[in-house]
């Protein structure tokens, strides 16, 4: 018998929840038990949470002392945050912290130069517009029709874009041609190859550009501090992209 039950349950037609009748559609979906479920369990979670806060705060002791009852209080926007420490540093930190900044400056210029440097002796500039253009002339309008670019270069349509190491068509049945130089698709990685190191050369410049302003203006600051030092004018004021320029006094040096 039991075994009758368990076959007809098997073949018994799965539950489904009504949906949302037509003359509630605009309230949305209708809620399903999983939805009530995860509800009802985020109401419970906020009630227990409310009641243990309730249960501490029944708990305290009023004569309790801690220290952050006098390092907090209410701002003026209403927002109780913690007060901000008065932190007084003697003026050999300063001067410390100051030196340590302008040795990270300086030794980050010195390693995008460098990394500048290497990058143009690799590239040869080989990408850039030449000033120069090479004008083919003919005799009449009938050759101008007639006229082929890769017959005259004698290059294939492929490589016409190469101003630079432009290969004959003759050439390239010679074995001492590398494949990557014949092979189109190996063309086209060579090139996004290249404007890729081209698009990082340009990036590192700037932001060696920067390093070097930013090593400028500091230096302007600790010469601004040196009491030896007088300021006889300022030629130029600071902008974002250029450190401030003074006029000093001439010292005589013993």
């Known amino acids: 018998m039991s075994s009758w039950k368990n076959a007809n349950k098997a073949y018994q037609k799965p539950h489904r929840e009504r949906h949302q009748p037509e003359s509630r559609k605009h309230l949305g979906l209708l809620e399903k ?8 369990n985020d109401y419970n979670e906020k009630k227990a949470q409310l009641q243990y806060l ?14 952050h009852m006098i390092n907090s209080g209410v701002q003026e926007n209403g927002e109780h945050r913690s007060k901000a420490k008065d932190v007084t540093l003697t003026p050999e930190q ?3 912290m100051q030196t340590q900044d302008y040795n990270y400056v300086a030794s980050r210029r010195v390693m995008e130069l460098r990394k500048v440097e290497k990058l143009q ?4 500039l080989q990408e850039q517009e030449p000033v120069n253009r090479h004008t083919f002339f003919v005799d009449s309008v009938k050759d101008l029709k007639k006229f082929s670019l890769t017959n005259r270069l004698d290059t294939p349509a492929a490589l016409l ?5 432009r290969l004959r068509t003759s050439d390239l049945s010679k074995d001492i041609i590398p494949s ?7 063309l086209q990685e060579l090139v996004k190859q290249s404007r890729k190191s081209y698009k990082e050369l340009e990036k590192r410049k700037e932001r060696h ?3 070097s302003v930013l090593q400028q203006k500091i230096e302007i600051k600790r010469a601004l501090k040196d009491s030896k030092k007088t300021i006889k ?6 902008t974002p992209n250029s450190a401030p320029i003074y006029l000093w006094h001439q010292e005589r040096k013993k």
Do not use: C
Not at 54 to 67: G, Q, T
Not at 121 to 124: A, D, K, V
Not at 181 to 186: A, V
């Open 33 to 40: 038990h999983k939805d009530y479920k995860q509800r009802a």
């Open 54 to 67: 309730h249960k501490r705060a029944l708990d305290r002791n009023p004569d309790e002392f801690y220290y």
């Open 94 to 96: 300063i001067s410390l």
């Open 121 to 124: 002796s690799e590239l040869h």
């Open 161 to 165: 874009h190469r101003r630079h190491n």
């Open 180 to 186: 990557s130089l014949t092979n189109p698709e190996k």
């Open 209 to 211: 550009e920067k390093l």
């Open 233 to 238: 004018q300022r030629v130029k004021p600071e």
